[in-house]
């Protein structure tokens, strides 16, 4: 029989208890921890992304190009070429008197070289003035009339002579002659001082000389208007409104029907030059013509034409 003190300690036995316990709460621990998600290994869900909305989306157009054209290169300088300025133009007509008895191609005044200010009209606008010069064949004198023409009818109303061809004496072909020239220098003096008269006290007024055809252009351009000129015709054209204010043709046949071309005696057979001149505040028109005369060396004659344009 055996005792109590044969038999195994009880301490022993709780011991083992102890570690069997401690190892099976280790255990638990141990598969709660692998069995608990850690948050740094948080898996990511992927989410569908929000449709932008239409009102927010700007167009871009794609830019056109741009062209460019560069100016034409500037002129070698030897091609520039500086036109004069045009010469002063009178406001009222002068008579020079010691320019009328000189040879145009010897006058030693520069005066004699300045605008005349013809043709000209009256401040009431009844009468024109033009300076007549008529052409001297073959001997070449100078010689001066001052016509005065209704500004209505076109008509000569009296016709002023200042110096005619004929009685033109050259200085320098002796004294007799200086002595014959001086007394028609006065003769020349008080015409012109007479017929300067009249203009003065008419208050005459120039035209506005739009060039003839016989100038280096044939288009002519002065106050706001332009001439154009073609052989027998002319026109004048209002730049501002592009508008032909005045036309004419001057055929010779229809302005000389009685003229006798069979004959020996001198007949206008052409325009020979045409000059036209304007009045703004009556909007008057004078055309001086040229007609050429034939057969052979029968010089030339002018006439001047007048016409009222309305408004």
């Given at each position: 029989m055996l005792t109590r003190s044969a038999l195994?300690?009880?301490?022993?036995?709780?011991?083992?208890?102890?570690?069997?316990?401690?190892?099976?709460?280790?255990?638990?621990?141990?598969?709660?921890?692998?069995?608990?998600?850690?948050?740094?290994?948080?898996?990511?869900?992927?989410?569908?992304a929000a449709k932008p909305a239409t009102s927010a989306i700007i167009p871009i157009t794609t830019p056109q190009p741009i062209v460019v054209h560069a100016p034409p290169p500037p002129p070698p300088k030897e091609a520039l070429v500086e036109l004069p300025p045009p010469?002063?133009?009178?406001?009222?007509?002068?008579?020079?008197?010691?320019?009328?008895?000189s040879d145009p191609e010897t006058q030693s005044h520069a005066s004699c070289t300045w605008d005349s200010g013809f043709p000209a009209i009256s401040a009431d606008g009844?009468?024109?003035?033009?300076?007549?010069?008529?052409?001297?064949?073959?001997?070449?004198?100078?010689?001066?009339?001052?016509?005065?023409i209704d500004a209505t009818?076109?008509?000569?109303?009296?016709?002023?002579?200042?110096?005619?061809?004929h009685?033109?004496?050259?200085?320098?072909?002796?004294?007799?002659?200086?002595?014959?020239h001086q007394a028609l220098q006065q003769k020349v003096?008080?015409?012109?001082?007479?017929?300067?008269?009249?203009?003065?006290?008419?208050?005459?007024?120039?035209?506005?000389?739009?060039?003839?055809?016989?100038?280096?252009?044939?288009?002519?351009?002065?106050a706001g208007l332009e001439a154009e000129y073609d052989m027998d015709a002319a026109r004048i054209i209002d730049l501002a409104s592009n508008t032909v204010l005045w036309q004419r043709r001057f055929a010779v046949g229809e302005?000389?029907?009685?003229?006798?071309?069979?004959?020996?005696?001198?007949?206008?057979?052409?325009?020979?030059?045409?000059?036209?001149?304007w009045d703004p505040q009556t909007r008057t028109v004078l055309a001086e013509v040229a007609f050429a005369h034939g057969p052979e060396f029968c010089g030339e004659s002018k006439h001047d034409y007048v016409q009222r344009v309305r408004g």
């Open positions: 195994p300690p009880r301490s022993n036995r709780v011991v083992t208890i102890g570690i069997v316990a401690t190892c099976a709460i280790a255990t638990a621990v141990a598969t709660k921890i692998a069995l608990t998600p850690s948050a740094r290994q948080e898996p990511t869900i992927a989410r569908p010469p002063p133009r009178a406001t009222t007509p002068v008579i020079r008197a010691a320019c009328v008895t009844s009468t024109i003035a033009a300076a007549y010069i008529p052409v001297d064949n073959g001997r070449g004198h100078p010689g001066l009339s001052i016509r005065f009818t076109g008509k000569r109303v009296k016709d002023m002579l200042v110096l005619s061809p009685e033109y004496v050259d200085r320098t072909a002796g004294e007799e002659a200086e002595r014959k003096d008080r015409r012109a001082a007479s017929a300067q008269r009249l203009l003065d006290e008419g208050a005459y007024r120039s035209l506005v000389r739009l060039g003839s055809r016989g100038t280096a252009s044939e288009l002519v351009q002065a302005l000389f029907p009685n003229r006798e071309l069979d004959g020996e005696r001198c007949q206008p057979i052409g325009v020979g030059d045409v000059a036209l001149s």
